[in-house]
């Protein structure tokens, strides 16, 4: 019986205007083939853990300046809901609703008298298997891009 020959991991070095040089494996790197809104030319990005549990950082491997910084929505609103349509669902390729991570950008504030918030309406469908991600634009609108985030988050899980 032939056993198939391992291939060498391949590694791919990510500029960080934030984390000076990442050095991540291929497999690590997230495309996303529409974009993000307002980004459309920048499709591959990688996820680093933020020290707040629940959170991550979103950095494009295109350009060092991008980042955005990613909150688990169900953590923070007890009531958030998202439907996805078929046809998504398809294209998106996500056989195993455990694969996916939705996430959601959060916005920091520019001064001590704002708040932090995330954008419920655009959150980012993630299929941790497959490697592709999507940003929706939901039409549900409970569901805002100025979202105050929770003072304690409902949960850290994912």
């Not at 708040?115 to 299929?127: K, S």
């Amino acid at each position: 019986m032939a056993t198939s020959a391992q291939q060498p991991m391949t590694f791919v070095d990510v500029p960080s205007d934030l984390f000076g040089t990442l050095t991540v494996p291929d497999e690590a790197v997230l495309e996303f083939p529409g974009g993000i809104l307002g980004f459309e030319k920048c499709r591959y990005f990688i996820m680093v853990e933020a020290q707040l549990p629940g959170f991550f950082w979103l950095q494009s491997t295109e350009r060092a300046s991008l980042l955005f910084l990613l909150a688990n929505p169900f953590s923070q609103v007890d009531d958030y809901e998202l439907e996805v349509d078929e046809e998504i669902e398809e294209e998106f390729g996500a056989s195993d609703p455990e694969d996916v991570r939705v996430m959601a950008i959060v916005t920091l504030p520019r001064n001590a008298e704002e708040e932090a918030t995330m954008n419920l309406q655009g959150p980012l469908l993630i299929n941790m298997a497959t490697r592709r991600a999507i940003q929706l634009v939901l039409s549900d609108e409970r569901w805002g891009c100025r979202h105050a985030l929770a003072s304690e988050p409902l949960s850290t899980a994912l």
